[in-house]
């Protein structure tokens, strides 16, 4: 069993909807939970970072997370066809060197 | 806006021949991390530095795969010899411990390698 479970989709949804991705953990020491998103051929760019648990919103997206079910979420209102992208969700332990560990992605495609 | 550079951003090499990668993180930066993503998964740690030390190489095929940062800026990844299976994108990042957080790392646009 991976450390970090995500869907890869794809998902396709009509532009203007509001997108739902999740992703799974089995480490309960994680502490920091970030969404990354990479367009295709490019490096990931981060969009949302969180610390423990709670949540945190940044324009049209809110960052989710539970520790207790060890399930994090990002939502996407108004989604744009702009927002057409993979979605990774990352995690690390806290203090130290510590790694990140990347879920396998999202695809998502938002259609006019 | 300061960010990663990475060269080359395409690569395309014969099995069994050496390959090099380089990467210069954002100035002063001094967390540098070395990612293997292949296609349709997650980017995989291959290793982690802090200045010009290796904090983590657990997952670096040693055999083949060397990595150094010897100034404490930019890095070189090299494979030698290349196999089918290390065709992937390789992707470096940078982060800073005075930043909110020591994780909050940011990625070059990567180089695609394609072994035949």
């Known amino acids: 069993q991976k450390e970090v479970e995500q869907d890869p989709g794809p998902l396709s949804v009509p532009e203007g909807a509001i997108v739902s991705l999740n992703c799974t953990y089995s480490n309960s020491a994680f502490q920091y939970f970030m969404w990354y998103r990479q367009y295709s051929r490019k490096g990931p760019e981060l969009l949302m970072y969180t610390y423990s648990s709670g949540n945190k919103e940044d324009g049209r997206f809110t960052a989710q997370v539970d520790k207790s079910s060890k399930y994090i979420s990002l939502f996407i209102r108004d989604s744009q066809p702009s927002d057409s992208a993979t979605y990774l969700c990352?995690?690390?332990?806290?203090?130290?060197?510590?790694?990140?560990?990347f879920g396998a992605g999202t695809r998502l495609a938002v259609h006019p | 806006e300061a960010e990663v550079a990475q060269s080359p951003r395409y690569k395309i090499t014969e099995k069994s021949q050496a390959v090099a990668f380089w990467c210069d993180p954002i100035?002063?930066?001094?967390?540098l991390y070395w990612y293997r993503q292949i296609l349709g998964q997650g980017p995989e740690l291959l290793v982690q530095f802090q200045d010009e030390s290796v904090v983590d190489d657990s997952q670096l095929p040693k055999d083949r795969f060397s990595a150094e940062r010897l100034k404490g800026v930019d890095s070189t990844l090299k494979i030698q010899p290349a196999e089918l299976g290390d065709s992937a994108m390789y992707l470096c990042?940078?982060?800073?411990?005075?930043?909110?957080?020591?994780?909050?790392?940011?990625f070059g646009q990567g180089t695609r390698l394609t072994v035949v």
């Open positions: 990042a940078s982060s800073s411990p005075g930043q909110s957080m020591n994780t909050e790392a940011f």
């Open positions: 100035s002063g930066h001094a967390t």
């Open positions: 990352a995690m690390s332990l806290e203090g130290g060197y510590n790694k990140l560990i």
